[in-house]
């Protein structure tokens, strides 16, 4: 990290016990709000007033949409990989979980700049922590898709 990197903090709160929507904070556009589908892989983002589509496609991977735009896909790179490659305004990201551990590490170009946690070992509540180059939409879809991986990981 660079003298004149500055670290981005985004966070997201599930609302009830049993949530299935999630509180945004973070970010240069103020507060927002994640919103799944019940039992569904696909949503709603909300991010200071701009609405965003949060779906999967037929092929399994997962889109970001705003107004019928594409702003970021996702998908696996193998049906037992913990692990997206996530392409974004013409750049490939990688989330990858860390072993053994609920946390996700992103990789841009191969060197690691960010990371997606648990607040704490015992919530939902998660955390993406970044150094600058990852934008504000990014970095949320990067959220929604650990949010997402914990709930398939409870359900199943």
Known sequence: MSASSTVIQLDATPTTWLAITYDLRGGGRGTG???FRWREEEGRLDIGGRRYRFSRDEHGH???ERRGRLIATAG?????SRAFEVHH????WELRARPMRRAF???HRGRPVAGVAPAAWY???ARLTAVDGIDEELGYFLVALVLLWWRRKRIA
Request: charged share 45%.
């Open 62 to 64: 997962y889109r970001l």
């Open 89 to 92: 305004q013409g750049d490939v």
């Open 33 to 35: 709000r994640l919103r």
């Open 76 to 80: 696996r790179p193998g049906d037992f």
């Open 105 to 107: 590490k992103v990789l």
């Open 123 to 125: 919530k939902r509540h």
